[in-house]
């Protein structure tokens, strides 16, 4: 193997690993935004599907933000490759931040009162137990409310600042293929 290591990790270090990265967590971060910004397509389709898939990330739907994001891209004339890779904005150490931001934010809308809102232990427990009927509305009612309140902002901040950074992104691929290409004059003809 080209890439292994000369002396094999223990099963402590692989662990510390495991749970911090050697390379730290904003690596991963930037990889995926530079694959983003690295798509062939134009500055609106990639900034529409990363917008798509922001406001999927920030639904109460868990397991299916990657099909709402692609039906919200393919509505938008969005790219659907980056709409699959903006959902990851939901992972398993944001996922409980979003959802208690929407909920929070679903209850004040709603004017739901103290008296009827749940703790978070309640909430977890009917959560786990999938009583559908008895989540609707103290959980996943405010929760979808605050969502698109929330997921819309962020889709929207999302779209604009991954159109700017998109053209950016192609302005110089532009400026380095045109440096390029020789300069030909009026007779000569290409190869």
């Not at 929070?104 to 739901?112: A, D, F, K, P, T």
């Not at 698109?148 to 992104?169: E, I, P």
């Amino acid at each position: 193997m080209l890439f292994r290591r000369r002396k094999k990790a223990s099963w402590p270090e692989r662990l510390r690993e495991f749970f911090w990265p050697r390379k730290g967590f904003s690596r991963p971060a930037r990889y995926l935004a530079k694959r983003i910004l690295r798509l062939s397509a134009s500055p609106h389709a990639i900034a529409a599907g990363v917008a798509a898939g922001t406001f999927s990330a920030f639904t109460p739907l868990l397991g299916f933000h990657v099909i709402l994001a692609l039906a919200l891209a393919y509505l938008m004339a969005g790219n659907l490759v980056a709409a699959a890779l903006a959902t990851t904005i939901a992972n398993p150490l944001t996922i409980p931040l979003i959802a208690l931001a929407t909920f929070r934010v679903g209850e004040v809308l709603l004017g739901i009162r103290s008296g009827e809102a749940i703790s978070a232990a309640d909430l977890f427990h009917r959560m786990e137990h999938l009583q559908f009927s008895e989540l609707w509305h103290p959980v996943l009612e405010p929760m979808l409310v605050g969502a698109l309140v929330l997921g819309g902002s962020a889709a929207f901040l999302a779209y604009g600042a991954t159109r700017l950074a998109a053209r950016s992104v192609a302005a110089r691929r532009h400026a380095r293929l045109v440096k390029r290409v020789p300069v030909l004059s009026h007779g000569d003809t290409p190869l």
